[in-house]
């Protein structure tokens, strides 16, 4: 009778930077990790679409001189911001100021 299949286990570096991109809102520093890694969790986490700009501020900040960074210095962050809803009921017109 043959055995049955082993269940695949994730490396352990999968499982880190699962575990990174799942909290990534409370990153501050990535100054530990080499520049292949840091672009392995920043496509994990722009894939989880939880890319924010104070996010991208520490991957900035953790290569400064990395093609990484540059690449991100180059992206319009803001053009990803939905444009704020006006009227009587979004809280937003001159009765909430």
């Known amino acids: 009778m043959p055995l049955p299949p082993r269940p695949r286990i994730k490396p352990l570096s999968a499982l880190c930077i699962d575990l990174l991109a799942t909290h990534s809102g409370a990153l501050r520093d990535l100054g530990g990790l080499d520049e ?11 894939a989880r679409q939880k890319l ?15 093609e990484l960074s540059h690449a991100l210095r180059g992206l319009d962050l803001f053009a990803a911001i939905p444009p704020a809803v006006s009227g009587p009921r979004s809280g937003l017109g001159p009765a909430s100021w």
């Open 36 to 46: 292949h890694t840091g672009v392995v969790l920043l496509r994990e986490v722009v």
């Open 52 to 66: 924010t700009l104070p996010l991208a501020r520490v991957f900035i900040r953790s290569f400064p001189d990395s």
